[in-house]
């Protein structure tokens, strides 16, 4: 074999070693929280954020690797579960859509709900909704599942408009037939990528009003801001552009897909709507500005923007909320995380989960090539479901000490619940002044800027 060659595969090899991260080292997950209460109480029933999160040997620590194979494939082994379609028609003449997948375990009295709100042109069907709904399931959970307007093959758009990155009034419209359709359920809202921004503002719409029985949110792998975030992708670095290109070209395919309605000679009139610019659109901002800020009457791509991130509603968000990003996500750049650390330092009841590796909505983890079917996100979850459901119970019992005689029905029921769920018996509450004498300081440090801020180290 010739020299020449030796080299020439040599440098292949550190390409490919250099692409897929592999010198990386497992980390654990860095948490900001500012409320050690309420960390003791998600870290009783979700003891994995204190351990390492293990991704695929070969190529787990690659971050556009985990992001393509999770666009692509999606999950391993994935199953279909069974569930109902529920179908609204709207005041503006829109058919909105939902699956309601039950619980597959009936032995629990407590009865809770996860509304469920994909990703940008995603829906019941995406096989990563799917593998976390029957994981769901399998932990006693009955399952609601947000269908994207237009995103459905089989369901025809009805109105001259189709979802968008902060339209939050079909989600609402969802969450309001499930409270009557269960008059019992209690419900936690899941965001996942552009669903985690939608289900975030609408946790701070201040002009919006929530039921009592929404306990708790938890948005995974968003940006936060648009305008921002648009920044960033518009740029080559660190392959951004590409992944801009994907997302504009799916929403020009949905768009063109139900043409005959959104697109019709119309509804062109109506809005000002020139075809050939939508089709000719290269960015989403350049899409925004051909199509979705003319139909929603904004003068501005900019206004849009503004209108649609959650950075400007979370100042209004008044229930518990957990946000989960990775720091190699292609999608979302590291500077865009910087709010969430500062937010999670100054408010209670927050809690900002920040990893070193998982991409965009990856999270793969164990074997050396072939990943576990559920992956680390699945599981975290579930357990941070289990943990808004107590830090809820706790806040009853703490409301009814001062208000009612106790009554520990939904609290033993919930204990209950969670022991059978998640192996493990949940520990008494405790008061908040005695937090960290009993998980001890070495657990944290203070940031030097004195934010108050609590951080569990890597």
Same mark, same amino acid.
């Given at each position: 074999?010739?020299?020449?060659?030796?080299?020439?595969?040599?440098?292949?090899?550190?390409?490919?070693?250099?692409?897929?991260?592999?010198?990386?080292?497992?980390?654990?997950?860095?948490?900001?929280?500012?409320?050690?209460?309420?960390?003791?109480?998600?870290?009783?029933?979700?003891?994995?954020?204190?351990?390492?999160?293990?991704?695929?040997?070969?190529?787990?620590?690659?971050?556009?690797?985990?992001?393509?194979?999770?666009?692509?494939?999606?999950?391993?082994?994935?199953?279909?579960?069974?569930?109902?379609?529920?179908?609204?028609?709207?005041?503006?003449?829109?058919?909105?859509?939902?699956?309601?997948?039950?619980?597959?375990?009936?032995?629990?009295?407590?009865?809770?709900?996860?509304?469920?709100?994909?990703?940008?042109?995603?829906?019941?069907?995406?096989?990563?909704?799917?593998?976390?709904?029957?994981?769901?399931?399998?932990?006693?959970?009955?399952?609601?599942?947000?269908?994207?307007?237009?995103?459905?093959?089989?369901?025809?758009?009805?109105?001259?408009?189709?979802?968008?990155?902060?339209?939050?009034?079909?989600?609402?419209?969802?969450?309001?037939?499930?409270?009557?359709?269960?008059?019992?359920?209690?419900?936690?809202?899941?965001?996942?990528?552009?669903?985690?921004?939608?289900?975030?503002?609408?946790?701070?719409?201040?002009?919006?009003?929530?039921?009592?029985?929404?306990?708790?949110?938890?948005?995974?792998?968003?940006?936060?801001?648009?305008?921002?975030?648009?920044?960033?992708?518009?740029?080559?670095?660190?392959?951004?552009?590409?992944?801009?290109?994907?997302?504009?070209?799916?929403?020009?395919?949905?768009? %063109? &897909?139900?043409? @005959?309605? +959104? !697109?019709?000679?119309?509804?062109?009139?109506?809005?000002? $709507?020139?075809?050939?610019?939508?089709?000719?659109?290269?960015?989403?901002?350049?899409?925004?500005?051909?199509?979705?800020?003319?139909?929603?009457?904004?003068?501005?791509?900019?206004?849009?923007?503004?209108?649609?991130?959650?950075?400007?509603?979370?100042?209004?968000?008044?229930?518990?909320?957990?946000?989960?990003?990775?720091?190699?996500?292609?999608?979302?750049?590291?500077?865009?995380?910087?709010?969430?650390?500062?937010?999670?330092?100054?408010?209670?009841?927050?809690?900002?989960?920040?990893?070193?590796?998982?991409?965009?909505?990856?999270?793969?983890?164990?074997?050396?090539?072939?990943?576990?079917?559920?992956?680390?996100?699945?599981?975290?979850?579930?357990?941070?479901?289990?943990?808004?459901?107590?830090?809820?119970?706790?806040?009853? %019992? &703490?409301?009814? @000490?001062? +208000? !009612?005689?106790?009554?520990?029905?939904?609290?033993?029921? $919930?204990?209950?619940?969670?022991?059978?769920?998640?192996?493990?018996?949940?520990?008494?509450?405790?008061?908040?002044?005695?937090?960290?004498?009993?998980?001890?300081?070495?657990?944290?440090?203070?940031?030097?800027?004195?934010?108050?801020?609590?951080?569990?180290?890597?």
């Amino acid at each position: 074999m010739s020299t020449a060659l030796l080299a020439a595969i040599a440098v292949i090899l550190c390409i490919l070693f250099r692409i897929l991260n592999v010198n990386s080292q497992a980390q654990k997950p860095t948490l900001y929280c500012k409320d050690l209460s309420f960390l003791d109480t998600i870290l009783k029933i979700a003891p994995l954020l204190q351990e390492q999160y293990i991704p695929t040997r070969l190529w787990g620590f690659s971050g556009h690797v985990q992001t393509i194979v999770h666009s692509i494939i999606g999950r391993v082994r994935c199953p279909w579960p069974i569930g109902e379609r529920c179908e609204l028609l709207l005041r503006d003449g829109t058919t909105l859509t939902y699956d309601v997948y039950q619980s597959l375990d009936q032995s629990h009295e407590d009865d809770f709900t996860l509304a469920i709100c994909p990703g940008i042109g995603n829906t019941s069907e995406s096989v990563y909704i799917r593998t976390f709904v029957h994981y769901a399931q399998c932990h006693g959970y009955r399952c609601a599942v947000l269908n994207h307007v237009g995103a459905l093959q089989s369901i025809p758009v009805t109105a001259p408009r189709i979802f968008t990155y902060g339209h939050t009034g079909d989600y609402n419209d969802m969450l309001k037939n499930i409270l009557e359709n269960y008059s019992n359920t209690k419900i936690v809202c899941i965001g996942f990528s552009l669903g985690g921004n939608l289900v975030t503002k609408f946790m701070g719409e201040n002009d919006r009003s929530r039921s009592p029985r929404i306990i708790g949110g938890i948005s995974i792998c968003q940006g936060y801001c648009a305008i921002e975030g648009t920044k960033w992708l518009l740029n080559w670095q660190n392959f951004r552009r590409f992944y801009l290109y994907v997302m504009t070209e799916s929403m020009k395919t949905i768009i %063109l &897909k139900h043409r @005959h309605v +959104l !697109l019709s000679e119309e509804v062109k009139r109506r809005f000002n $709507l020139n075809e050939r610019e939508i089709i000719a659109a290269a960015t989403l901002p350049e899409l925004d500005d051909a199509y979705t800020r003319k139909v929603h009457n904004f003068n501005s791509v900019g206004e849009l923007y503004k209108w649609s991130s959650c950075i400007n509603y979370l100042q209004d968000i008044n229930i518990p909320m957990i946000f989960i990003n990775a720091r190699d996500d292609p999608i979302v750049p590291e500077p865009l995380l910087e709010p969430m650390r500062a937010f999670a330092a100054q408010h209670t009841n927050t809690l900002y989960l920040e990893l070193a590796h998982g991409g965009h909505l990856g999270f793969y983890e164990g074997g050396l090539v072939y990943p576990n079917p559920v992956t680390w996100l699945d599981r975290a979850l579930v357990a941070l479901v289990g943990s808004l459901a107590l830090a809820h119970a706790d806040s009853m %019992l &703490k409301t009814s @000490h001062c +208000l !009612l005689p106790v009554q520990p029905s939904f609290i033993q029921s $919930l204990t209950h619940h969670l022991t059978h769920t998640f192996g493990c018996q949940p520990r008494k509450i405790v008061p908040p002044a005695l937090t960290p004498a009993l998980i001890g300081p070495s657990w944290f440090q203070t940031p030097p800027s004195g934010r108050g801020c609590h951080v569990i180290p890597k």
